[in-house]
């Protein structure tokens, strides 16, 4: 079965960095479009950042020019850099295959002086 397992969340300070990652197992990641999504208490899951299969990027409004996704296709890993963290960034935040209903557990990201 499709397995997305995040890593790398936690407790971080206002204006310091962090690196999600997600290992998938179960599917041909090469093909498929990865992505990484947040929820914040109360308010609806909103796109981070999206890559193509082709390595082509995209981001959310809210963290343009502060994230970084990336992938390694030989180990079934896509990365979510994050930079200049704020602390409306503090969410859940979560890999997903694109098109697809499969998402990971997500991973606790906390953003506090």
């Known amino acids: 079965q499709v397995q997305l397992v995040e890593s790398g969340g936690g407790l971080v300070q206002p204006g310091g960095s962090l690196r999600l990652s997600c290992a998938a197992s179960g599917i041909s990641f090469r093909l498929y479009d990865m992505g990484w999504y947040r929820q914040a208490p109360g308010k609806q899951r909103e796109l981070v950042a999206t890559?193509?299969?082709?390595?082509?990027?995209n981001y959310g409004d809210s963290v343009k020019g502060r994230a970084a996704i990336s992938r390694d296709n030989a180990k079934n890993l896509v990365y979510l850099q994050m930079n200049s963290l704020k602390p409306e960034d503090t969410a859940v935040y979560y890999c997903k295959v694109v098109h697809t209903a499969y998402w990971g557990q997500g991973t606790q990201v906390t953003v506090s002086s």
């Open positions: 890559i193509t299969r082709g390595g082509s990027t």
